[in-house]
């Protein structure tokens, strides 16, 4: 496998076999941990990102099922009817979400469910709720959103050379060189494509 580097950190520009074992070795501040660093990046990004998709999308779902929780206590009397309480308690309605195949179809029958008792004023949360189940987005983005939570957690965001408005590459590809595997393009610390 080859490694091309270009403006990555302290390296203006590498070519590097990977091949069976490879030793990097060279004088201080030449770019040896900044190797290590972006090969660990780049694999534990690879192999995180559909779980960090869904460990952020019920992150994010459930700060609003809690908005929508707490506002609809202010709009309605819980006293009046516990079931209402139940039906939308945030870590039961988090629960429901994740056992489902289809979530969109749970949150539609709870807003459907709002209107009934003429609770509206939280249904926007809802609406989020859903745009963010129903929201596919691509591969590439996934991995694009991956691949920068590790290299803000590795690098703290100097990955790409301080002060320049340069940009910064990353390629892999098979030993021959023919068939790229994995291609990056990073600008001002900033994932490019």
């Known amino acids: 496998?080859?490694?091309?580097?270009?403006?990555?950190?302290?390296?203006?520009?590498?070519?590097?076999?990977?091949?069976?074992?490879?030793?990097?070795?060279?004088?201080?501040?030449?770019?040896?941990?900044?190797?290590?660093?972006?090969?660990?990046?780049?694999?534990?990004?690879?192999?995180?990102?559909?779980?960090?998709?869904?460990?952020?999308?019920?992150?994010?779902?459930?700060?609003?099922?809690?908005?929508?929780?707490?506002?609809?206590?202010?709009?309605?009397?819980?006293?009046?009817?516990?079931?209402?309480?139940?039906?939308?308690?945030?870590?039961?309605?988090?629960?429901?979400?994740?056992?489902?195949?289809?979530?969109?179809?749970?949150i539609d029958d709870k807003i459907n469910f709002l209107y009934g008792i003429n609770a509206t004023g939280v249904i926007q949360h809802l609406e989020k709720i859903k745009s963010l189940y129903s929201n596919n987005e691509s591969k590439e983005d996934i991995i694009q959103r991956a691949l920068t939570k590790v290299f803000v957690s590795e690098f703290y965001s100097e990955l790409s050379p301080k002060n320049y408005n340069l940009f910064s590459y990353i390629s892999i590809s098979e030993a021959d060189g023919l068939n790229n595997i994995f291609n990056l393009s990073i600008q001002n610390n900033k994932i490019k494509c």
């Open 1 to 106: 496998m080859n490694l091309k580097l270009e403006n990555i950190g302290i390296i203006r520009n590498a070519d590097i076999k990977l091949n069976g074992l490879t030793v990097i070795a060279g004088e201080n501040d030449t770019g040896k941990s900044t190797v290590g660093k972006l090969m660990f990046s780049i694999i534990k990004a690879f192999n995180r990102y559909e779980q960090d998709l869904n460990e952020g999308k019920s992150d994010r779902a459930f700060e609003l099922i809690e908005k929508t929780y707490f506002e609809l206590r202010k709009e309605y009397d819980f006293s009046k009817d516990t079931g209402i309480r139940r039906e939308f308690y945030p870590p039961e309605f988090l629960k429901e979400l994740k056992k489902t195949d289809d979530p969109v179809s749970i």
